[in-house]
């Protein structure tokens, strides 16, 4: 028993094809057009409430409902203001009685200066350091160095420091240690 309709619960292996009736193409003018205008106000508009939101919750500085609003710190818990604390770094020129020390030192090296009283009698006091972990801003290049084997050096110093190192090179023979 075989039956011949358009239903596909039937028992046949192949269906009897069903009569669609003819029609001409539809065109829709401007449909693509308005579909990306829509897609374009729709992507718009919840970005825009986004930044609206971002605003206000910036402003009135909302961190969450069950967060507290950080509050900064009060001054005395502040760390200490760097451009007030730190002091003002000058270029001391200093020359170094052991040349050969000198050609182990770069720029951005930090280095101790120590002086040792000299005087033509033989050792007249104790050495002293006038300079703490001073950084090395310049070093001579090679053969820019004394005929007697001293060198120039050149410290990024406060500038009181500056003024302790110019007068301890005129009594004393200065020496660095490698910080």
Known sequence: ???H?????TRTS?????GVPQFD????????????RALRRRRRTPAAVLAMTAAALAATGVAGADDPVPQPPPPSAREPQRAAAAP????????????ATVRLLRPGDRVDVIAAPHSPAGPAG??????????????????ETRPDGGALVVLSVPRSTATALAGAGLTS??????C
């Open 1 to 3: 028993m075989t039956t």
């Open 5 to 9: 309709s358009c239903f596909p619960h």
């Open 14 to 18: 192949v269906p009897t094809p069903c």
């Open 25 to 36: 193409p539809l065109r829709v003018r401007g449909g693509r057009l308005r579909l990306r």
């Open 88 to 99: 003002r770094l000058v270029a001391a020129p200093v020359r170094i009685a052991d040349a």
């Open 126 to 143: 104790e050495a002293r350091v006038v300079a703490s972990a001073a950084r090395v801003a310049e070093v001579p290049r090679a053969g």
């Open 173 to 178: 023979q200065l020496a660095v240690t490698l």
